[in-house]
């Protein structure tokens, strides 16, 4: 079975703090993909990103960046010089493939982390 | 970007009746959606599986007899709940999977039930 944990519930910080959100996953699949989506107030996902299992370099996106590490199941996400704009509940969801092209089946989402960014 | 709609957005019914959640993909064939519930302040949890032409998978423990779904045609989706009680008020959002390279899966944005 698969198993998503993050273990940050909330997390405050000030606006310009580096912030990074924790994720571990379980799976039994060589194959797999990670994701990243971001929740605003307004309930509706966000896709930040997809990673898939064979794939390790960390990714950098402006201000969001990425660190994979299989051999801790861990897919960490940091936001740099974070902003209020960036409050919201960030959630980290994993999928089994089929073969490499399969991104597209249902996900296992972790319980979420709130983040606040404060002034 | 593929874009993926829910209507309505927002529903408030009584407890005893049933109501009918629309998922769409507007610019793309989705053989397969997915419908996922939250409940305040907790994650999402899939509820089912919707493949077109077909009977939906459900997760365990979802009543398939109370969450009926319908993927009549590529685009559409719903999800019926029937004789809604309070318990299950809550924010139901589907996703609908494009065939691609990455096999890509869009969220629509939610509709929240409130059953009175």
């Known amino acids: 079975a698969q198993k998503v944990t993050q273990a940050q519930t909330e997390i405050s910080v000030v606006e310009k703090e580096d912030v990074t959100l924790d994720c571990v996953y379980e799976?039994?699949?060589?194959?797999?993909?990670l994701f990243w989506y971001k929740q605003p107030p307004s309930g509706e996902l966000v896709f930040l990103i997809r990673?898939?299992?064979?794939?390790?370099q960390n990714e950098i996106s402006g201000r969001y960046s990425w660190n994979f590490q299989k051999s801790t199941s861990s897919f960490n996400f940091t936001i740099t010089a974070s902003q209020v704009v960036d409050s919201a509940v960030y959630f980290c969801a994993l999928s089994e493939a089929q073969g490499l092209t399969g991104g597209g089946n249902k996900l296992t989402f972790g319980t979420g982390t709130q983040l606040k960014v404060e002034l | 970007g593929a874009v993926v709609s829910q209507h309505p957005s927002r529903v408030i019914c009584k407890s005893g009746t049933s109501v009918k959640i629309e998922c769409r993909s507007l610019?793309?064939?989705?053989?397969?959606m997915f419908w996922y519930r939250q409940f305040p302040k907790q994650s999402l949890m899939l509820m089912a599986t919707s493949n077109e032409g077909s009977k939906a998978t459900y997760e365990q423990g979802v009543e398939k007899d109370k969450f009926l779904i319908n993927h009549a045609s590529l685009t559409l989706s719903t999800l019926t709940v029937t004789s809604a009680h309070p318990e299950d008020s809550s924010f139901y959002i589907c996703?609908?999977?494009?065939?691609?390279?990455?096999?890509?899966?869009?969220f629509g944005p939610g509709t929240r039930l409130t059953v009175l």
């Open positions: 799976t039994r699949d060589t194959t797999y993909y």
């Open positions: 996703s609908a999977k494009r065939l691609s390279t990455y096999n890509e899966q869009f």
């Open positions: 610019d793309f064939q989705a053989t397969t």
């Open positions: 990673r898939n299992s064979f794939d390790e």
